[in-house]
């Protein structure tokens, strides 16, 4: 923690101001997430500042953290202008943030992290909604009539270059499975907007696959991006957003 030293408190005392908050810190990150490893945070503000429960900056370094089923090899944040409870955490109540964070920093997800989170339901639902949301723009193919509203079970993602690939399998009412993949081109069309190209929707190899028109994602005016790159194997996202308590 890098702290002033006015002469009302004590080093002892600032001390035991940055075990208690940095404690509070740790505490409150981890039960917004299932797991994470190699937690590293460090606290910059004044004593005064962070009596009144303000901490103008807390710099943030963890790897192998999973957020509600979403895997994160490597994250690199930094919040500032933070406002908490410090009153009642000194009185033993868990940190709470009194007001929305600015935060700004990079994440990291393997081709791995993905693959594993195609387990979680927020990840493998939004998958299967953002299909169905492409295919009621287009009415023109029997295809299209039939993969609308199936239940798709996801099995495996592949990152390359600016493109990724999914695979899975269709579920239809007589319970027989086909395979699906689904193909797309990745750009970032602006901070809040992702543009997804060369859309392509296929079920059988044999079969032609069913090409979409370009499609925009709008992430919302919380998250503002910077750089959105895909190699292989690799998704690395920089920018910012803000924490909402």
């Known amino acids: 923690m890098v702290v002033e030293a006015p002469k009302v408190l004590q080093p002892k005392q600032s001390r035991i101001i940055s075990t208690i908050l940095t404690r509070a810190l740790e505490l409150w990150l981890k039960s917004q997430t299932e797991q994470v490893e190699a937690l590293q945070l ?14 103008p900056c807390v ?4 790897s192998h953290a999973i957020y509600q089923g979403l895997h994160l090899s490597q994250i690199q944040l930094e919040g500032t202008s933070i406002r ?30 993905l693959q594993a989170s ?17 295919l009621q ?10 993969l609308k509203n199936q239940q798709i079970s996801w099995q495996q993602i592949k990152l390359d270059t600016d493109r ?29 907007l992702v543009r997804l190209t060369s859309l392509k929707i296929q079920t059988h190899p044999e079969q032609p696959p069913l090409n979409l028109d370009d499609f925009v994602i709008d992430l919302g005016s919380e998250v503002k991006l910077q750089e959105l790159l895909l190699t292989p194997g690799k998704l690395l996202c920089r920018g910012s957003l803000r924490v909402i308590p």
Do not use: C, M
């Not at 908490?84 to 791995?112: A, C, M, S, T």
């Open 42 to 55: 460090q606290i910059f503000g004044g004593k005064r500042q962070v009596l009144t429960g303000h901490i």
């Open 164 to 192: 990724l690939t999914l695979t899975g399998t269709l579920t239809g009412t007589t319970y027989q499975t086909i395979p699906l993949v689904v193909s797309a081109g990745i750009q970032l069309a602006a901070q809040s």
């Open 84 to 113: 908490i409870n410090f009153n009642q955490i000194l009185k033993g109540k868990p940190l709470r943030l009194l007001e929305p964070v600015p935060v700004g920093g990079q994440l990291l997800l393997l081709e791995r992290d």
């Open 137 to 146: 723009y287009d009415q023109s193919t029997n295809l299209t009539q039939q």
């Open 59 to 62: 710099s943030l370094t963890a």
């Open 118 to 134: 195609l387990r979680s339901p927020l990840l493998s639902t939004a998958l299967t909604d953002l299909v169905n949301t492409w």
